[in-house]
């Protein structure tokens, strides 16, 4: 018997100013509950009491608690993408690439450290595999630029 697929998209994009606050404090209350209790402790009870809504208000926004943690996990990705910036720079056949390397995991390291619920996130991004996709798609990315980058170094 096939495995059903999970929902994961969330239910609707907020319109009002209002809607994405209480979307927001969702989110923040994710990452502060996730690095508190694990993916194991997870869930949208915990989550509701937390942010200060009712648990309707988590599933106006959000079909299951993996939902949440997806958006979440995205919402992460976008944000430690731009650590990368300088990534480019590695074109430069003047540059050393081991500098810049090194700077870049350190970069990623204290801003994930930095990031509340960081650390957690990318645990359980390696930890489920609906989560794993984004991370390996994320990583793709950043092989494809670094790539990128190195051939133009030539």
């Known amino acids: 018997m096939a495995k059903a ?9 907020p319109e009002q100013e209002r809607a994405r606050q209480t979307r927001q404090r969702l989110l923040e209350a994710a990452a ?5 209790v694990g993916v194991e402790g997870f869930n949208t009870n915990l ?3 937390r942010a200060g809504v009712r648990v309707r ?33 590695l074109a430069d056949p ?9 700077r870049l995991i350190d970069a990623y390291v ?13 645990r359980v991004m390696h930890a489920v ?8 798609r994320d990583n793709a990315d950043l092989a494809r630029r670094v790539a990128h980058n190195l051939a133009r170094r030539a």
Not at 111 to 120: D, M, S
């Open 129 to 136: 595999p609906e989560l794993r996709a984004i991370d390996q």
């Open 32 to 36: 502060a509950l996730l690095a508190e």
């Open 94 to 102: 003047r540059s050393d690439w081991r500098a810049i390397w090194g």
């Open 110 to 122: 204290r801003g994930i450290r930095a990031l509340p619920g960081g650390t957690a996130v990318r």
């Open 5 to 13: 697929a999970i929902d994961l998209a969330p239910r609707r994009e």
């Open 47 to 49: 989550l509701a009491e």
């Open 57 to 89: 208000s988590v599933y106006r926004y959000f079909p299951n608690k993996l939902a949440v943690i997806v958006a979440l996990a995205e919402a992460m990705v976008a944000e430690w993408g731009a650590w990368f910036d300088e990534v480019d720079d």
